[in-house]
C-alpha cells in the first residue's frame, strides 16, 4: 500500500499543473471514469450474457426483465459507451484546437487508444446479436478482403469459417472482453507519456504559473465528472433507448440485408467518408486515411504560437471543418442516392484540406504578424 500512496502523492498531490487550464482540459479525465463504470459494467453483464447466435439476444433480455438491477448495469453500459464517444472527439477537438498534437508521443498513443475504442464499441455492438448486430459484423469485416492478397483468408480467419456464425459470435466476446483491458493499459501509457513529457500543456501554449493537481484540478474534475455522468444518468434512467436501434430488436435473417443499414452515430462520419468515394477499395483507404491524417498535425504545425486562438482565420478554418464533421456525420444516416455521394464528397474533400489550409493559414498569420501578440503573452506570462 505505501507504493500507492507515493503514486498518488506524485502524480496527483505534488503533480504541478499550469493554472490556466479550462473546461476542455476536463474530458481526459472524465473519460478515465467512463473507462472505469464501462470495466466494472461489462464484467456483471458478461456473468449472465451468452455468446451463443441462439441465446444471445434472450440472454440480454434476461439481463433486463429478470437480473437484479440488471436493465440498470446494461443501459449504463450501452449510455456509457456513446459517452465515451462524445467524451473522446470533444477531447480531440481541444487538442486540435489548442495545439496539443505537439505532444507527440501522447497524440500517437491517443490516435492508437481511438482506433482500440472503435474496435471495442463495434464489437460490443454485435454481441446482442440482433440484425443490426449480425449485418455489422458481415459488413465490416468484409472490408478485411481489401487486403492484398492475404485479405480473403484474414476474413475467413476472424469469421472461424466462410460465414458469420456462432463461432464469430464467440471469439468477438472473447474480444470484447478482452480488449478494454488493453484500452486500459495503453490509457496508462498515455498518461504515464503526458506526464514524462512535462504535463499537460495550457490554452494559452506559453509557459504559465503552476499549481498542484490536488485540490485544485481534483475538485474541477469533480464537477466535470458530476456534469457528464449526470447527462448519461438522464439517458439511463429517462430514455434507455435513445442510444438503441430499433432494427437490433429483430432477430437476424443472413438471407436479407436490412434496407436501413447504418452504423452507430459515432461512426457515421467515417460511414460517408466511405461512401463519398466510388470503389470500394479507395473508400476504405480514405476512411482510415481520415483518422490517420491527423498524424500529420505534430509536422505540419507551421505557426509560432500553439493553440489557433491567436490565428483568426484558422479558428474560421476550424469551425467550418467542425461543421463539415457534422454535416458528414448527417449524410452517413440518410440513404446514399441523388446528390448525397456529390455532397459527401465535396465534404470530405473539406474535412483533409483543412489539414493543409490550417498550417498554411498560421504560416500567413505569422509573416504578418504583430508585436501585439508577444505583448499579449508577456502580459498573461507576467498576471497582467
Ligand atoms: C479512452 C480514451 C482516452 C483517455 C482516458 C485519455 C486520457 C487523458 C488524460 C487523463 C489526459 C490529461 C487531462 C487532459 O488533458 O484532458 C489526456 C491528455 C491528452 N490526450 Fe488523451 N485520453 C484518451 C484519448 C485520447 C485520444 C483519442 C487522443 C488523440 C487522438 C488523445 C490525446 C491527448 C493529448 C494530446 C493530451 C495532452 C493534452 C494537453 O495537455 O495539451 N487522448 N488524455
Known sequence: MRWLKQIWRSKV????CPKTLNIWWNFGSCLG???ISQLITGILLSIHYNPNTEEAMGSVYY???DVQ?????RNCHVSGANFMFIC?????????YYGSYLMKSVWFSGMAILILLMAIAFLGYVLPWGSMSYWGAVVITSM??????????????VWGGYVVTNVTLK????LHFVLPFALAGLVMVHVYLLHMGGGSSNPLGVASQAISFHPYYTSKDLVGFTVVYGAMLQFVLLDPDFFMEHLNYKDPDPMKTPKDICPEWYFLFFYAVLRSVPKKTLGILVMFGSILVW???????LGKYRGLQFYPACQLAFWVMVSDVWLLTGLGGIHADGIVPWVSAVCSAVYFAYFLVCPLLMWLHDKGSKPRIELLFYKYQHGG
Open 171 to 174: 471469439r468477438f466476446f472473447v
Open 144 to 157: 478485411l478482403s481489401i487486403v492484398p492478397v492475404v485479405g480473403e483468408r484474414l476474413k475467413v480467419w
Open 63 to 65: 439481463i433486463m426483465r
Open 295 to 301: 498524424a500529420l498535425c505534430p509536422y505540419l504545425h
Open 13 to 16: 498531490v505534488n503533480y504541478m
Open 69 to 73: 438491477g440488471g436493465w440498470f448495469v
Open 33 to 35: 471514469l467512463l473507462l
Open 88 to 96: 473522446v472527439y470533444l477531447h480531440i477537438g481541444r487538442g486540435l
